[in-house]
């Protein structure tokens, strides 16, 4: 089991690694500069870089894991990446399905892939779907969102390098926010991040303020208004 260290999650579970920029949040995309490190120290998955790969070994792990757990899928990489197979993604889900007793987050910012193969995947209850929004321009990922059968959607509004407008949070059920970390990070205004906090009221939508980032994100923290929020789904907090 991947331990993780992002605040949202417990753990992380990559059957696929590897991807490609498509919109301005993946410009220094935190990822890509893992990958090529894991690649120097010589780890296997890694061997081709951050060039998409599938690894069939990794699909049975989750069911090994008999302790249940919150599982990000795919921290390096996206099962929604068009090089990923429709039958590499169904496997994936039905790995998913029968480990019921963990909790899976996928996140993806190909929202058209999504909706289209959305109609073709077995939707289980541990199953959450969401997509990344970085700035207003990519707002209509979220419309797309609501197209599918999941039994939690979220947004992601991270990494935030811009304001997103209004946004319509119908059948949203939770959001993150965050800033862009590491060595090339941009700036995040606290106005961007109040807005949408304030949809998240207006929509009654769990909030998750996850970082303020920079290079030196530890030091910059993540107290919004003098308190961290951690705002998690209400099926989660019950189960």
């Known amino acids: 089991m991947g331990k993780s260290r992002i605040e949202w999650t417990e753990s992380t579970w990559n059957p696929v690694t590897g991807c490609t920029k498509i919109s301005p949040g993946c410009e220094n995309c935190y990822a890509e500069r893992m990958a090529y490190r894991l690649q120097a120290m010589g780890q296997d998955n890694y061997r081709n870089g951050f060039n998409v790969s599938l690894h069939e070994s990794a ?14 899928v795919n921290s390096m990489g996206d099962l929604f990446h068009e090089s990923v197979p429709f039958e590499f993604v169904a496997k994936v889900f039905e790995v998913m399905g029968k480990a019921s007793w963990h909790t899976f987050q996928v996140l993806t910012k190909r929202s058209e892939r999504l909706c289209e193969l959305a109609p073709k ?26 197209e599918v059968p999941a039994y939690v959607r979220f947004v992601s509004f991270e ?27 941009r700036s995040m205004k606290e106005e961007w991040v109040s807005d949408i906090q304030d949809y998240c009221l207006k929509f009654d939508v769990p909030f998750f303020f996850k ?8 030091k910059n923290g993540r107290l919004l208004n003098g308190r961290t929020w951690d705002e998690m789904p209400l099926c989660l907090l019950v189960s």
């Open 211 to 218: 970082q303020w980032g920079g290079i030196n994100k530890k």
């Open 59 to 72: 699909l049975s792990l989750p069911l090994k894991w008999k302790k249940p757990c919150v599982v990000f």
């Open 121 to 146: 995947l077995k939707w289980h209850k541990n199953i959450w779907m969401g997509v990344s929004v970085e700035d207003a321009d990519y707002v209509y990922r979220i419309p797309r969102l609501r």
């Open 159 to 185: 990494p935030l390098i811009g304001p997103v407008g209004k946004v319509d949070l119908t059948d949203i059920d939770w959001i993150i926010v965050g800033g862009e970390s590491g060595p090339k990070a």
